[in-house]
């Protein structure tokens, strides 16, 4: 998707830079609009009447009082987009019915189990709900678990039953289960089948009937491209699909085409994932997306991320009491870092905003490797913290090396892992003690104070 990006955004500035704007000139730009999308696969059908409505409309339109005619071509190509895209309606995500059922279908390899992971959490972060992930897929080695942990991991329930060889009747079991924990949302993921495959078809439409869902999202790889719109099709031949999950959005050229396809459809995009940690994921907004698209920032996507972080306040200030106090323990640590990884992956919010407020030279200090590097140690080290006991985190001291070894275990880690967040949690210790000796006041900025010891540990 970055060559997509990259080449708009070039566009734009392009546009930007004109004196004036003659015939030649517009079918120039034309031309390589034309080539941008042809190179993320889109169709070419597509590419042609979306260049040709451009020129009839800015050759035709009537440019407003105190528009310049290159703004206003950028107004028309944002609009076309947008109305490519499915126009200005954002996808209704509101779950007004308890319980929810939602099942997930698609092709094996679109990311299925990712995805279902990434609707729990955001419903459990975003819009408060309980929710149940249920695992039938019993083809795939490894399905059951990876589900577990990713819910684990965020704190959703969990059902799954590795020696059953009926995925039907783990469905009826999970949703049982579910219903009896008063769950909110349940998600029912499925195994992977190709649209070729007519007996895995069957197989969907047999789950499909007995689950009785209320939603069937369909998931599909953006990097299918253009490829996109016949596996809708041919899932809709077995069961009826209410919306699109789109996922690797972040890491494909081909996601346009896959985007504009699915929408010639008529299918409804929800969901889009953006990276591959649980948390990058974004509803579907049309007018934001060609907004980042066209380098014209997305700062709406960017205050909902603040506002995220504003809603950890009292969670800040519970820590940074604690550390006032010199009460610091490993819950407090774990704390921390939760809070740190609320915003995202740095280089994920720099995409937000205006490309205009970073010059070239700005961007180009920034160590893309070494940001994705101190997200990953974080990430482990959360994963760390998750799989100890109440007890071991309010009481560090009793770990001892059988624990540090269940705990490396449990959270996927070596012991080498576990022993270097204690160092680091030994080193904040030793800091808040020097200072409470030499009465020096510990800093009420929590996040400052300990993230800059990050640094001593090459996280900085």
Same mark, same amino acid.
């Given at each position: 998707?970055?060559?997509?990006?990259?080449?708009?955004?070039?566009?734009?500035?392009?546009?930007?830079?004109?004196?004036?704007?003659?015939?030649?000139?517009?079918?120039?730009?034309?031309?390589?609009?034309?080539?941008?999308?042809?190179?993320?696969?889109?169709?070419?059908?597509?590419?042609?009447?979306?260049?040709?409505?451009?020129?009839?409309?800015?050759?035709?339109?009537?440019?407003?009082?105190?528009?310049?005619?290159?703004?206003?071509?950028?107004?028309?190509?944002?609009?076309?987009?947008?109305?490519?895209?499915?126009?200005?309606? *954002?996808? !209704?995500?509101?779950?007004?019915?308890?319980?929810?059922?939602?099942?997930?279908?698609?092709?094996?390899?679109?990311?299925?189990?990712? +995805? #279902?992971?990434?609707?729990?959490?955001?419903?459990?972060?975003?819009?408060?709900?309980?929710?149940?992930?249920?695992?039938?897929?019993?083809?795939?080695?490894?399905?059951?678990?990876?589900?577990?942990?990713?819910? /684990?991991?965020?704190?959703?329930?969990?059902?799954?039953?590795?020696?059953?060889?009926?995925?039907?009747?783990?469905?009826?079991? $999970?949703?049982?289960?579910?219903?009896?924990?008063? *769950?909110?949302?349940?998600?029912?993921?499925? #195994?992977?089948?190709?649209?070729?495959?007519?007996?895995?078809?069957?197989?969907?439409?047999?789950?499909?009937?007995?689950?009785?869902?209320? @939603?069937?999202?369909?998931?599909?790889?953006?990097?299918? =491209?253009?490829?996109?719109?016949?596996?809708?099709?041919?899932?809709?031949?077995?069961?009826?699909?209410?919306?699109?999950?789109?996922?690797?959005?972040?890491?494909?050229? %081909?996601?346009?085409?896959?985007?504009?396809?699915?929408?010639?459809? $008529? #299918?409804?995009?929800?969901?889009?994932?953006? $990276?591959? &940690?649980?948390?990058?994921?974004?509803?579907?907004?049309?007018?934001?997306?060609?907004?980042?698209?066209?380098?014209?920032? &997305?700062? @709406?996507?960017?205050?909902?991320?603040?506002?995220?972080?504003?809603?950890?306040?009292?969670?800040?200030?519970?820590?940074?009491?604690?550390? !006032?106090?010199?009460?610091?323990?490993?819950?407090?640590?774990?704390?921390?870092? @939760?809070?740190?990884?609320?915003?995202?992956?740095?280089?994920?919010?720099?995409?937000?905003?205006?490309?205009?407020?970073?010059?070239?030279?700005?961007?180009?200090?920034?160590?893309?490797? /070494?940001?994705?590097?101190?997200?990953?140690?974080?990430?482990?080290?959360?994963?760390?913290?998750?799989?100890?006991?109440?007890?071991?985190?309010?009481?560090?001291?009793?770990?001892?090396? +059988?624990?540090?070894?269940?705990?490396? %275990?449990? +959270?996927?880690?070596?012991?080498?892992?576990?022993? !270097?967040?204690?160092?680091?949690?030994?080193?904040?210790?030793?800091?808040?003690?020097?200072?409470?000796? +030499? %009465?020096?006041?510990?800093?009420?900025?929590?996040?400052?104070?300990?993230? #800059?010891?990050?640094?001593?540990? $090459?996280? =900085?």
């Amino acid at each position: 998707m970055k060559s997509l990006f990259d080449s708009f955004s070039k566009l734009v500035s392009k546009i930007r830079g004109l004196t004036y704007i003659d015939d030649e000139t517009l079918r120039e730009i034309l031309r390589e609009i034309q080539r941008a999308l042809l190179k993320a696969d889109v169709s070419v059908e597509i590419v042609y009447n979306l260049t040709k409505n451009i020129e009839r409309k800015f050759k035709k339109g009537k440019i407003p009082e105190g528009i310049s005619p290159k703004d206003y071509l950028i107004y028309v190509l944002y609009n076309e987009l947008v109305e490519l895209l499915g126009g200005e309606q *954002v996808p !209704e995500i509101d779950i007004k019915k308890r319980p929810y059922k939602l099942m997930l279908v698609g092709i094996e390899g679109s990311g299925k189990t990712t +995805s #279902a992971a990434k609707l729990a959490y955001y419903y459990m972060r975003y819009k408060k709900l309980k929710v149940g992930l249920i695992q039938t897929d019993i083809r795939r080695p490894g399905a059951q678990d990876q589900l577990r942990q990713l819910a /684990q991991r965020i704190g959703a329930l969990f059902y799954g039953d590795p020696g059953h060889h009926d995925p039907v009747k783990i469905a009826l079991e $999970g949703i049982e289960f579910m219903l009896s924990n008063k *769950v909110d949302l349940i998600i029912v993921d499925t #195994a992977g089948r190709h649209k070729s495959e007519t007996d895995l078809m069957e197989e969907i439409k047999t789950l499909y009937s007995t689950v009785q869902p209320d @939603e069937v999202m369909l998931v599909i790889d953006a990097t299918e =491209g253009k490829q996109a719109a016949s596996q809708a099709e041919a899932f809709a031949k077995y069961v009826p699909i209410h919306s699109i999950f789109l996922t690797k959005m972040d890491s494909t050229a %081909r996601g346009g085409g896959a985007l504009m396809s699915v929408i010639k459809t $008529g #299918a409804k995009i929800k969901f889009i994932g953006v $990276g591959e &940690d649980v948390s990058e994921i974004e509803v579907f907004n049309p007018r934001r997306f060609v907004s980042r698209l066209l380098g014209l920032g &997305d700062l @709406e996507t960017l205050v909902e991320k603040v506002r995220a972080l504003e809603e950890e306040e009292k969670i800040v200030q519970e820590v940074e009491k604690e550390v !006032e106090e010199g009460k610091l323990t490993l819950l407090t640590v774990k704390k921390q870092i @939760e809070t740190i990884l609320k915003l995202g992956p740095l280089s994920k919010l720099l995409q937000l905003l205006p490309t205009s407020m970073f010059p070239a030279q700005v961007l180009s200090r920034l160590d893309e490797e /070494q940001m994705q590097l101190t997200q990953q140690k974080l990430r482990r080290w959360l994963a760390i913290l998750q799989s100890m006991t109440l007890e071991e985190l309010l009481h560090p001291e009793i770990l001892d090396s +059988s624990r540090i070894k269940r705990i490396a %275990r449990g +959270s996927g880690t070596s012991p080498r892992e576990v022993k !270097e967040l204690l160092q680091y949690y030994n080193l904040l210790k030793r800091l808040i003690t020097e200072m409470k000796r +030499s %009465r020096k006041r510990v800093p009420k900025s929590l996040l400052k104070q300990l993230n #800059a010891n990050l640094g001593e540990l $090459g996280l =900085g």
